[in-house]
């Protein structure tokens, strides 16, 4: 089974905030499925089962707040899943808006979601999308730029980059990491 990972904030204050992309691109996912993401009992997180190519995939939002994201990935390990099958889906504010990168592991950087899976996990050997959010001014804070909601120009290119992004989620699932890489990057 394939688990994709959509990090966000829980709460209505955080719904719309570039660190929530994670949550925007899961909830799309599970749209586009036409399930509906349900809360797991004993599990940190919401949960809905898919098809995706005739591959079995879960997806799973955490509801743990990004920096306790870790403690929803372990327990989908503790499930079976092997760490090269959970992919993670986060924002990235080293990239720009609308660009994407996919890689099958590597460092947290400076990302506290990340940072908490590769502490509960003890490895950064986990597929990650990191989706751009584009960079804070010289004078914001990361944090504040993090957690403040999009443009009005970005909120008009959502749907297309979150469309894109479900795509590259359905070729890392169906064609692996390489391909996706190769094709997403």
Known sequence: MKWI????????EYIHTRHNLGFLVLEALAKQYRVTLQKEQGFPGFVAKIGIGGIESALLQPVTFMNGSGGAVVMAVQQGAAHQDILVVCDDFTLPFGQMRIKPSGSAGGHNGLKSIIERLGSEDFPRLRLGVGQPGPKV????YVLSNFTPAEKKALPDFINHALDCVTCWVTEGAQVAMNRFN
């Open 141 to 144: 804070d990361p944090v504040d």
């Open 5 to 12: 990972v959509g990090l966000g904030n829980p709460g209505k």
